[in-house]
């Protein structure tokens, strides 16, 4: 499985932006897809993730401000980011697990500055 990342970039903080993860199979096999973040000097952490079946799990620091959606048609899965913080400064990574393996995509850096 390779998953593409995009869609990162330079935003002012309370702006949006749309990460996009294109994978090379069908994510419908996929059993959990999703989105981590690291930022410099920490560990990455997790962002948001949604099964196969639909259900989502984010991290509590973006609760109502991101949300993670599946296109199986387009094999695509997106991340929406609202009211953006400069602590969600970060290079984010796409995520796949089929099974017990898991897959990164490269990472995309989302940065978020005045």
């Known amino acids: 499985v390779q998953l593409q990342a995009s869609g990162g970039g330079l935003v002012q903080p309370g702006g949006s932006l749309r990460l996009s993860c294109a994978s090379s199979r069908n994510i419908a096999s996929i059993d959990v897809m999703g989105w981590y973040r690291q930022a410099p000097g920490k560990q990455r952490e997790l962002v948001a993730l949604v099964t196969s079946g639909g259900t989502t799990n984010y991290a509590e620091s973006v609760k109502g401000r991101f949300t993670i959606s599946r296109d199986n048609a387009k094999n695509t899965v997106y991340l929406q980011m609202n009211s953006l913080k400069p602590e969600d400064t970060a290079v984010y990574f796409c995520?796949?697990?089929?099974?017990?393996?898991?897959?990164w995509g490269q990472g995309t850096q989302v940065t978020v500055s005045s």
């Open positions: 995520y796949g697990r089929l099974t017990w393996q898991i897959y």
